[in-house]
């Protein structure tokens, strides 16, 4: 309002005296400029965040960009008030044009990079999760069963001990059970490692492993394994929990009475896909579906649960395979 107050002054000036050359576009230009520039700045900052997401641009870039023109409209009036004449504002505009063009090609290239890394950062976290939740159920595990039946076994073999010498027929059931409850034990410290890396796995690769899950699950279950070389031990574990976690998940929460497990590796992409006939309506955010998925990104792979109410469900993992 003040610098249209004063341009209207000068202007009635003009108009009062010569009336030669229009002098006050001059003081006109130079305050149309830092207004232009002032008001492009205001409009930028009161869009909505997100408004230039789609081309990957930035508010930065928009004032940038609104400013250049601005200037570049300053440097046409200025041509034009001076007489025209050679169109000498070409200059600066190539200069302007190089200097957005660059911004937004910088913009375009950091997008990408900006979002890979957010994705490696969210995926190393879920990670890290993964991990601490797997040592709190270790411990729990080895607390509430090998440590409990261990501390059983030690108490039944002093009781045995003691009445080793007056009570032999009571000493021997106290051995007795001190047997059972040692191979009790065992048999869940077996169960506990299977849980953390099964040794099938480690000493006969994926595809004997994934047979192992089949054989022993109460339900119908058809592997097919393509793969002509063993991926990375990581992609591996991770591939046999996919496989593992969804045979589970089939017959515990899906009821289903058929599964397809099939496994391919296709050059440097192993593919794991899971299809049962179950009731479908698995959560993808689920506590067991998304430690898979946390596992599985961890290792630059991706996690896709497909599970409409009333099934079937699919559940499929990509993993880099390396060599």
């Known amino acids: ?4 107050g ?3 002054g000068l202007i009635v000036i003009w108009a009062l005296t010569s009336r030669g050359y229009f002098w006050p576009v001059w003081p006109a230009l130079a305050l149309a400029l830092p207004l232009a520039i002032r008001a492009w700045v205001a409009w930028v900052n009161r869009r909505p965040a997100g408004w230039l997401v789609a081309e990957r641009l930035d508010r ?5 960009a609104g400013a250049w023109a601005a200037v570049l409209l300053f440097l046409i009036g200025v041509w034009g008030a001076g007489g025209g004449g050679y169109f000498w504002p070409m200059w600066p505009a190539f200069v302007g044009a190089g200097v957005v063009g660059a911004h937004a090609a910088a913009q375009w290239m950091r997008g990408p990079l900006t979002e890979r890394i957010t994705a490696l950062e969210t995926s190393r976290a879920g990670a890290v999760d993964v991990q601490e939740s797997e040592l709190r159920r270790i411990e729990r595990d080895l607390h509430d069963g090998a440590q409990a039946r261990l501390v059983a ?14 009570d032999t027929d009571a000493a021997r059931e106290l051995l007795e059970e001190a047997r059972v409850g040692a191979g009790e034990a065992l048999r869940e ?3 506990l490692a299977r849980g953390i890396h099964p040794p099938v796995l480690a000493d006969r690769g994926l595809d004997a492993a994934v047979r192992a899950l089949a054989a022993g699950s109460p339900i119908s279950v058809t592997v097919s394994v393509v793969m002509p070389e063993r991926p990375k031990p990581p992609v591996e574990s991770a591939a046999y929990f996919v496989v593992a976690e969804a045979l589970a998940n089939a017959g515990k929460h899906g009821h289903a009475t058929r599964v397809d497990v099939r496994i391919v590796r296709a050059g440097e992409e ?5 299809h049962d006939d179950g009731r479908g309506g698995a959560d993808p955010e689920g506590g067991g579906l998304m430690g898979l998925r946390r596992r599985v990104e961890a290792l630059d792979g991706t996690f896709e649960v497909i599970s409409p109410r009333g099934g079937p469900t699919l559940i499929r993992a990509q993993l880099p395979a390396g060599r």
């Open 153 to 166: 076994l030690g108490m039944s073999l002093g009781m045995a001990e003691q009445k080793l010498a007056s």
């Open 60 to 64: 930065g870039w928009a004032i940038r």
């Open 270 to 274: 192993l593919r794991v896909e899971i």
């Open 1 to 4: 309002m003040v610098s249209g």
């Open 6 to 8: 004063v341009v209207f």
């Open 189 to 191: 410290l077996r169960d």
